[in-house]
């Protein structure tokens, strides 16, 4: 067990003004309060914080970071209490102790409901200090290094919590080195065959290897001397587990892995970074797209390093990495190591996403910008407040955790990462949800694209907007990002409820005006609890989704209402509902009727709801089959929590409704004749059955500018074809001239339109 005043020469070599007295005061506390508790190893227990409290001094971080770590385990596992440690500690020590604590109590793998509700109580953990998190992940490397004593079935949990959270989150925060540490322990324990069987092959191929890595080390190294540039030459070692995880993901065998060697080259300067990449290029021909420029352009992590691949000696595939010493430590221990060059980054408030990266320029040492890693955590927690679906934020949380990112620029240059498949809508939503809202099209490097292209490295993006309009449901379906579906479920499930209030409040206005009244919203105030709502929006909003009928509530505002109307219907004189067949007779009587007929009919149904069309603001759906077009007179039939199909009054499917007179609504067109909405309409087309005559119908209806959505064929007789087109179109009139002119066609013998 390492000595007391081992631990303080470890602090003391990288932090010159430590409190030596406090280090030595947390090691006899934690000694002394687990001083009757053994690990399952038959250790004594205090020898796990003072691992893990050496752990942290290999990442360098500060003393109250190590105190926390001799300490972790204390509130938890004996009798000490958060009071005592703030007393002997301070608080600030004491606030570090309870956030370790409140992470030991969360088990984040063994009941899968709890997931994303015990994720989320992580992510709050340690945003409040990132110090939490570092410490944690020192505890939860030496856990796994010390996991053989432990039993099979806790070392399967312990290690698949490793490999799902901890091991991701520490990549997330650039820890690479912690990253890959606990990645191969918790591989060891999750599938013990497929580790050994690795970690032989690999063995094997380092021996057959060994010479030729030799080889081309030694000849980067001579071809950078020539140039002047002093450099450190690595082989990489391949890991099991990264092997392992390439071999599943492309589902190739080891040996179509193996081929590939692996270098770091580490320079003392920026320029010599690009210096050394241009010797290498000239020297060696580079494999095409496999260079990767993360010094310009740094991954979310703060990793930076030029990648490319260079066909070698004896026609070799050797993999690059270029990069400084600093940046070859920050991609060691990525947060972590920016303590050593800037101090109060753990808890840093400022918005570093704002700032664009600061680019070395050569003249060293380079500035080290603000920890990416936090923003990322900052933002990731500010995302958990919407706390709508707890299951959602596990998902993307991990998804995000996992996959690779791409970087785009606003038009200003603002850089914007998101994860690999993005499309231009997560981009409008990454850069404000605003901006997600009113997202309406892109241009795409200054090309108009699709907004739901999925993004690549370095594109530029300009997000075209019109404010008014919600995103469309269907886009929760194609983004990538827990901001993006969160921003469209919430815009959704507002313009939602903005729909039915609009729908109610008509539907509402329209009854009381049958019934000779008018309808005031205040007028609701006063008989909520007869109707057993609680406020007059929700009331309102609850007509229009078909769950309260307008005539309660005007029963319930008039009481004297129904009384009323008895006698009205036996003088005679009472409204009722409109004359449903008498309309159907005047419409479809009288043949080529005008559209300013239409607009006379409309006139006189100036009580009905005006209705704009499918994609118009009211919930609002045609019924395709029947088929509405603007000019037909159209009723609605409200559906409890569907809202309103339309149809044309004259479609067969309405005698199902005959019976409940509640779910009609009487509906009039109100279309723009800037809104270009196409209509469904379907025809029956009876021709000859000869070859040719499909192709000629379509093509009249193409050429009247309409559009074919299906088509079903059947031939009633040998001679004949019967056809029935469903298309689009504007409105009756060009309905009807679609009819006409395929009338007008030799081969066709009678077109009928359909409803049903
Ligand atoms: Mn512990």
């Not at 996959?403 to 939503?429: M, N, S, W």
């Not at 206005?509 to 007028?523: I, M, N, P, Y």
């Not at 008989?527 to 007059?536: E, F, I, R």
Request: net charge neutral; proline share 5%.
């Amino acid at each position: 067990m390492m000595r007391q005043n081992e631990l303080v020469d470890r602090v003391c070599a990288y932090h010159p003004n430590t409190d030596e007295e406090l280090l030595n005061r947390a090691y006899v506390y934690a000694m002394h309060k687990h001083r009757h508790q053994t690990r399952s190893s038959g250790d004594p227990y205090f020898s796990h914080p003072l691992e893990v409290a050496a752990i942290v001094t290999d990442l360098k971080l500060d003393q109250d970071s190590v105190v926390a770590a001799l300490l972790h385990d204390t509130i938890e596992d004996t009798d000490a209490t958060r009071g005592e440690i703030d007393g002997m500690f301070g608080p600030k020590i004491g606030r570090l102790v309870d956030g370790l604590t409140k992470l030991k109590r969360i088990d984040l793998v063994s009941k899968k409901t709890r997931q994303g509700e015990n994720l989320r109580r992580l992510l709050l953990a340690i945003a409040d200090d990132v110090r939490v998190l570092l410490v944690k992940l020192a505890d939860r490397l030496h856990n796994m290094r010390t996991l053989n004593h432990v039993p099979v079935e806790k070392r399967q949990r312990i290690s698949q919590e490793t490999m799902d959270i901890y091991a991701p989150l520490a990549g997330r925060m650039g820890m690479q080195g912690m990253r890959e540490e606990l990645e191969e322990l918790a591989f060891q324990h999750l599938h013990p065959d497929a580790y050994s069987l690795v970690h032989k092959k690999l063995a094997e191929l380092q021996e057959r290897t060994k010479d030729i890595i030799l080889e081309i080390e030694g000849n980067v190294v001579n071809n950078l001397a020539k140039a002047k540039i002093s450099a450190v030459v690595k082989s990489r070692n391949k890991r099991p587990y990264s092997v392992f995880r390439k071999m599943e993901r492309n589902g190739v065998n080891f040996e179509q892995l193996s081929d590939v060697i692996g270098f770091r080259v580490i320079v003392d300067h920026v320029s010599h970074c690009y210096q050394a990449l241009g010797v290498i290029h000239t020297r060696w021909p580079a494999v095409p797209e496999r260079f990767k420029d993360y010094i310009s352009t740094p991954k979310q992590n703060d990793y930076r390093s030029i990648h490319t691949t260079i066909v070698g000696p004896s026609r070799q595939r050797v993999e690059l990495q270029i990069r400084t010493h600093e940046m070859d430590q920050i991609a060691e221990q990525g947060i972590a190591a920016h303590t050593l060059y800037k101090d109060g980054i753990y808890t840093a408030p400022a918005d570093s996403s704002q700032n664009p990266p600061t680019l070395g320029q050569g003249g060293e040492p380079e500035a080290v910008t603000e920890s990416r890693s936090y923003a990322w955590l900052r933002r990731t927690v500010e995302s958990l407040s919407d706390k709508d679906h707890p299951d959602d934020v596990f998902e993307h949380t991990r998804l995000e955790l996992f996959h690779d990112q791409v970087f785009c620029f606003t038009p200003k240059g603002r850089l914007i990462a998101l994860p690999q498949e993005a499309t231009a809508i997560d981009f409008a939503y990454a850069v404000h949800t605003d901006v997600g809202n009113s997202c309406v099209g892109c241009r795409i490097n200054g090309r108009a694209a699709p907004v739901v292209t999925k993004l690549k490295n370095g594109d530029e993006v300009h997000i075209i907007r019109a404010e008014g309009r919600p995103p469309p449901p269907a886009w929760e379906q194609v983004v990538k990002t827990g901001k993006a579906r969160a921003g469209i479920r919430r815009a959704t499930r507002e313009a939602r409820a903005k729909q039915y209030y609009g729908l109610g409040e008509k539907i509402l206005g329209t009854t009381f005006k049958r019934a000779g009244r008018s309808f005031e919203t205040d007028q609701l105030t006063a008989v909520l609890g007869k109707l057993a709502h609680t406020s007059v929006e929700d009331t309102i909003a609850a007509v229009g989704r078909g769950e309260l009928p307008a005539e309660n509530v005007l029963t319930a505002v008039f009481p004297n209402y129904q009384k009323e109307r008895v006698q009205a219907a036996k003088t005679g004189s009472g409204e009722g509902w409109f004359n449903l067949s008498g309309v159907a007779n005047i419409m479809f009587r009288i043949p080529g009727r005008r559209r300013e007929k239409y607009a006379d009919a409309a006139k006189e149904l100036a009580d009905a709801i005006p209705i704009r069309g499918a994609e118009g603001d009211l919930p609002v759906r045609l019924d395709q089959n029947s088929g509405a077009v603007p000019g037909d007179r159209i009723v609605g039939i409200l559906t409890p929590g569907e809202g309103v199909t339309v149809y044309p009054i004259q479609s067969e499917t309405l005698q199902k409704f005959e019976d409940s007179a509640d779910e009609w609504i009487d509906l009039r067109w109100d279309i723009d004749m800037e809104n270009r909405e196409r209509f469904p309409a379907k025809i029956q087309v009876i021709a000859v059955n000869a070859p040719g005559s499909l192709a000629e119908v379509s093509e009249i209806i193409a050429n009247a500018e309409s559009n074919i959505a299906n088509l079903f064929i059947s031939q009633p007789d040998p001679g004949l074809s019967e056809m029935v087109f469903g298309i689009e179109v504007w409105d009756l009139n060009h309905l009807n001239r679609v009819i006409r002119e395929i009338r007008g066609l030799s081969v066709v013998t009678n077109v009928e339109r359909v409803n049903s």
